[in-house]
Structures are given as structure tokens and as C-alpha cells.
């Protein structure tokens, strides 16, 4: 818990760095939208039932600070590689998925298959954070409309927030014998392997995509993501067994749009 405090704090500092950096250049602001494949202990690795079974939505917040233009005095920056290349961006995500169990042992006809079939979760998450986009090509030139398209990739580090639920369609409560898959029970004397508790962690943010310029004022991004968790409960789930060999961690393609401010 020490390291989630240390996270939020880092976060929380960098965003405040991020806004208080912004007021001498221009800013941009949007929001984006789109589909969510959550990464958990629901469901088989590799398997293609549960990669497009367990997919959610997303929403996204989205601030920018733009450093080849300032707002200050109407006029470009300095012309650097960094003013002319980078970008901060700064967010607020929400995204919630269903999970359910899928591949060959959850289809078995007996006993255990019925219990993996009557299993149900869901993921619910909450993230803020910065992170620092690269373009490959020049901002300066893409604002001035000499492209219409400017690629980019991103790195950053978000705080986070999780709400997990965790049911099953036969009788009695989630985590007795009499209605759970075994690989979901823990030991006697162990801590139990299912926690539908809210909790919080970090999450490590890798994004690529590209802008597609509408007008002065605006864009279009499409952006690829993906969110790797410092904690494997964000879905409610974090058994001890060898085929739990992540943590929790998302894939979210999304598309937004983007208002410059100045």
C-alpha cells in the first residue's frame, strides 16, 4: 500500500507540474471513446473466446500542453526538438468491463464446467494521470496544416482506482466450495483467492496512434493503449496458481477529438 501512496503522490505532483507548466504555452482539450479488452484471471490465455468475449468501453478526459506555440505572447516557441516533437498529456479515464469464463474447461459437462460458467465479474476503473507523447514528425509543421497526419507514441503513469464485482448463478455466496472452480479456492489458512473490495494501485500507460488534422482548431486521434496494473485484484481475482503468471492489464482502442484552446 506504501507504493500506491508513493504513486499517487508522484502522479499528483507531475499533474499539478503539468498545469502549472501549461500557462506560458498553448492547450488543448477532448475526449475520446472506444472499446475495452480486459486482460484478468477470467477466462484462458491465448484464447480467442475470452479476447473478444471480456471487452468493455471506455472514456476518456483528455488535456493537453502544447510547447510549440505559446499563449502567452501569440507567438512560436523556440525552436527545439523537444518544443517541436513533444507533447503533455493529461487524463481522466473511466472504463468498465463484464467477465466471464470461456475456453475448454468452462464448456466441460460437469460439475467443475458449471461452475465456471455460472461465474460472472466485472471490472470497473477509475485512472488519472500524465503521460509524454513523441511525435515523429514536426508539431509545428502539422499545426500550420503543411500534414494532415502526425503519429505519435506515449508514455506515462496513471493512479488508479478499482471497483470489482464478483458473482456466480448458483446458490450461495461467491468463494465456497459448493459453487467455485477450484483453481479460485485458496488453502486453508491462506488469504482468499476472490475480493470483490475496492482498492487502488498504479498503472504503467503505452499508447501509439496518430492525429488526423480537421481544422485550425481541431483534430481527430486514434489511439492504441495499453494499461499494465501494479496490482492483479483489479478484477477481484488474484489466485496463486502457475497459469496466473500476470497482473491485470488492458487493451483500449479508442477514437477522440481535439479543441485547441489557444
Aim: one cysteine or more; aromatic letters at 16%.
Amino acid at each position: 500500500m506504501k507504493t500506491n501512496h508513493i504513486i499517487l503522490a508522484l502522479v499528483a505532483f507531475l499533474t499539478f507540474s503539468s498545469f502549472s507548466y501549461a500557462q506560458g504555452f498553448s492547450q488543448e482539450i477532448g475526449a475520446s471513446i472506444g472499446p475495452v479488452a480486459f486482460k484478468s484471471d477470467y477466462g484462458l490465455r491465448g484464447n480467442s473466446e475470452t479476447n473478444f468475449g471480456n471487452v468493455g468501453f471506455g472514456i476518456g478526459l483528455l488535456h493537453y500542453i502544447n510547447f510549440s506555440y505559446r499563449a502567452d505572447c501569440d507567438c512560436y516557441s523556440a525552436d527545439t526538438y523537444f518544443n517541436d516533437h513533444f507533447k503533455v498529456r493529461t487524463e481522466l479515464d473511466f472504463h468498465t468491463t463484464g467477465l466471464d469464463h470461456f475456453g475448454e474447461f468452462a464448456e466441460k459437462d460437469d460439475i467443475n464446467g458449471l461452475k465456471l460458467r455460472s461465474m460472472h465479474g466485472k471490472a470497473e476503473v477509475l485512472e488519472v494521470g500524465p503521460s509524454l507523447e513523441w511525435y515523429l514528425r514536426s508539431i509545428r509543421d502539422f499545426d500550420s496544416g503543411n500534414f494532415s497526419f502526425a503519429p505519435y507514441a506515449s508514455v506515462g503513469i496513471h493512479y488508479v482506482y478499482f471497483n470489482p464485482e464478483a458473482t456466480t448463478d448458483l446458490p450461495g455466496t461467491i468463494g465456497s466450495r459448493a459453487n467455485t472452480y477450484p483453481t479460485f479456492l485458496a488453502p486453508a489458512g491462506e488469504e482468499p483467492y476472490i475480493d470483490a473490495s475496492s482498492g487502488n494501485t498504479y498503472a504503467v500507460v503505452w499508447s501509439a496512434g496518430t492525429r488526423y488534422r480537421l481544422n485550425d482548431n481541431s483534430d481527430l486521434v486514434l489511439d492504441a493503449r495499453w494499461h499494465f496494473y501494479g496490482s492483479d485484484w483489479v478484477d477481484g481475482l488474484n489466485h496463486d496458481n502457475p497459469q496466473n503468471k500476470a497482473n491485470d492489464w488492458m487493451f483500449w482502442l479508442n477514437i477522440g477529438y481535439i479543441f485547441y484552446l489557444n
